[in-house]
């Protein structure tokens, strides 16, 4: 009796990355020096690279609307249609985030440049002329122009450093405002480009 032969999987040599900490370095981060250890700033460096979508999270404070502008925002799961953003603790929202149990969720178009940097700006009147808003489902207040809003239930919110990543579930929202999606890239709102 014969054993029964067994296929084989080809093994590909695989060589560590040129950009690797383990390899040598090599090529123009050799010659600028720009491979650094993990920080704060090396963070921020690095993810003023990556272009984000820009949102408004909104809720209710004691029936006073609050909001502010988030390029955090992910899509978690389909199903359960899951969503999270981060927010600090220090932030002048984080009260009302904390509190809520409904957050409303907005898309920004690229027509809306001063609406993301008035919910970005320490201080400022956000839900004052000329920003227009309406009180949507469970009391959220929803802003008008969007690209697309959700309301969402708040399902969890977990400790990130000063932070807190909250993870939200979808309820009601409507995805057919027009116009092309605001981005967050070097510190500054900018027009999507073909």
């Known amino acids: 009796m014969t054993a029964p ?19 040598p370095r090599s090529g123009a981060a050799a010659a ?9 700033d090396l963070l921020r460096s ?8 820009v949102a408004v999270i909104t809720a209710q404070d004691g ?5 502010f502008t988030a390029t955090s925002l992910n899509s978690v799961s389909a199903d359960p249609p899951l969503l999270s953003f981060t927010i600090s603790t220090g932030a002048s929202s984080w009260p009302a985030v904390r509190d ?7 898309i920004l178009g690229e ?3 001063e609406l993301a940097g008035l919910f970005a700006r320490s201080g400022a009147d ?3 002329p000329p920003t227009g808003w309406a009180t949507g489902p469970h009391g959220v207040p929803v802003l008008d122009g969007v690209l697309a809003w959700l309301v969402c239930r708040v399902v969890a919110r977990v400790p990130a450093g000063e932070h807190r990543v909250i993870i939200a579930e979808a309820v009601v ?4 405002g027009e116009g092309r999606p605001l981005l967050y890239h070097q510190g500054r709102f900018n027009a999507l480009r073909d």
């Not at 809520?100 to 907005?106: A, D, I």
């Open 5 to 23: 032969t067994v296929p084989t999987v080809p093994v590909v040599p695989t060589a560590p990355s040129p950009r690797s900490p383990l390899s």
């Open 63 to 67: 029936g006073r609307p609050v909001g």
């Open 111 to 113: 027509h809306q440049r």
């Open 32 to 40: 600028t020096g720009t491979v650094r250890t993990g920080s704060p």
């Open 100 to 106: 809520s149990e409904y957050l409303g969720v907005h």
């Open 126 to 128: 956000r839900f004052g």
């Open 173 to 176: 929202g409507d995805p057919a």
């Open 46 to 53: 690095v993810f003023r690279q990556h272009a984000a979508g």
